[in-house]
């Protein structure tokens, strides 16, 4: 836990979490659900350009699962199995991806080398209520970060779980850049990804991917609290006939996303 002199905004912790009308409603947006994915569901309605118009700041994928995408201030980045990174075409397609325009809440500064559990308990510290949707946005310098990233796939899809089952991790030392995305709560398993998911991307934006565990040499925790989410649904035939309620949608979610 942060004391309050380790929190950089003016309002503490503590206060936050007793006095609960002092939240600002701040919204988190959403296209598809986690669920729809995880069944196969690849192909969106949404552009990258009409995705940004929606929030400046998330992550998601793209048509055929085609790489990992993390979005920074407005720039929406692709990022491919090789660990490479280029720009994301505006018209190219999202299956599934969530944004928001980043207002910090609360902040904090990560000891010298963190480990992954060490800066997930710094956020515990500096969020009011695990009720609430949070983004995350981990700046700073990296001892080493670990990453995996989906590969584009063909039709027939197959389900998420066997596409990504012989994914390559790849390992990036002593480099600096951002670590983004959303700690989601439980009840939303199924429409999002319950906890943390987040994806790295350096600085120099020539590597990244979606993190499986890092370690921070030094940098700073900022979260955005999250009360509303908007939830945009395919108007699919493939989404339609979606299995979106699988009985080992917890098992899928934990083999897809943490490689367990």
């Known amino acids: 836990m942060t004391t309050s002199s380790d929190i950089t905004d003016s309002t503490s912790a503590p206060a936050a979490k007793r006095v609960s009308n002092h939240i600002v409603r701040h919204e988190v947006f959403q296209t598809s659900l986690m669920s729809a994915l995880l069944d196969g569901i690849y192909d969106g309605e949404m552009t990258i350009a009409e995705l940004l118009g929606q929030g400046s700041f998330g992550l998601g994928t793209f048509d055929g699962l085609d790489g990992e995408m993390i979005i920074l201030d407005g720039h929406c980045w692709q990022m491919r199995v090789d660990g490479s990174v280029q720009p994301a075409p505006l018209d190219a397609r999202t299956p599934f991806a969530v944004v928001t325009n980043f207002v910090t809440s609360l902040s904090a500064e990560v000891k010298p080398h963190s480990s992954r559990e060490d800066v997930s308990a710094l956020v515990d510290s500096l969020t009011v209520s695990p009720n609430y949707l949070y983004a995350l946005r981990i700046t700073g310098e990296f001892d080493w970060v670990k990453t995996r990233t989906v590969q584009l796939q063909s039709k027939p899809y197959p389900r998420m779980v066997d596409a990504t089952n012989d994914e390559p991790t790849l390992r990036f030392e002593n ?18 990804v319950p906890g943390c998911h987040v994806h790295f991307i350096d600085d120099e934006r020539t590597m990244g991917g979606h993190v499986l565990d890092f370690q921070m040499a030094k940098g700073t925790v900022e979260v955005c609290l999250g009360t509303d989410l908007r939830l945009s649904l395919p108007r699919t035939e493939a989404f339609e006939e979606a299995n979106l309620s699988p009985e080992d949608l917890h098992d899928e979610l934990n083999r897809t996303e943490s490689h367990k």
């Open 175 to 192: 480099v600096s850049g951002v670590v983004g995305g959303f700690r989601t709560p439980v009840y939303e398993q199924g429409i999002s």
